[in-house]
């Protein structure tokens, strides 16, 4: 199982990011795809879940109506298409193969920081 995490960067407040995480080693389809955060000093902070086919989908409260997970079966491919972006944002992505509201369990990548600063 490999994952890659691509798309991060520093925005500014308000701003907008996409991540890619990019998937190989598995039959991609058939397994959840979920985001996971880790802020400066935290824990790791579970954001957002889809299912194999693309529905349903999940989001901690903490980005509901700002971030929209997706994922593209043909490309073995899952996003995170983030928006209003706050301070608080602010960590290291990671795509990993875990479930809904998961943060262990099955696979993760190397992480993609996002900072968010003016």
């Known amino acids: 199982v490999q994952l890659v995490e691509s798309g991060g960067g520093l925005v500014q407040p308000g701003g907008s990011l996409r991540l890619s995480c990019a998937a190989s080693?598995?039959?991609?389809?058939?397994?959840?795809m979920s985001w996971v955060r880790q802020a400066p000093g935290k824990g790791l902070e579970w954001v957002s879940t889809?299912?194999?086919?693309?529905?349903?989908?999940w989001y901690a409260d903490s980005v509901k109506g700002r971030f929209t997970i997706s994922r593209d079966n043909a490309k073995n491919t899952a996003y995170l298409q983030m928006t209003s972006l706050k301070s608080e944002d602010t960590a290291l992505y990671y795509c990993?193969?875990?479930?809904?509201?998961?943060?262990?369990?099955?696979?993760r990548g190397q992480g993609t920081q996002v900072t968010v600063s003016s």
């Open positions: 990993a193969t875990s479930g809904p509201g998961r943060v262990d369990g099955g696979s």
């Open positions: 080693g598995f039959t991609f389809k058939y397994y959840y």
């Open positions: 889809i299912n194999g086919i693309g529905s349903p989908t």
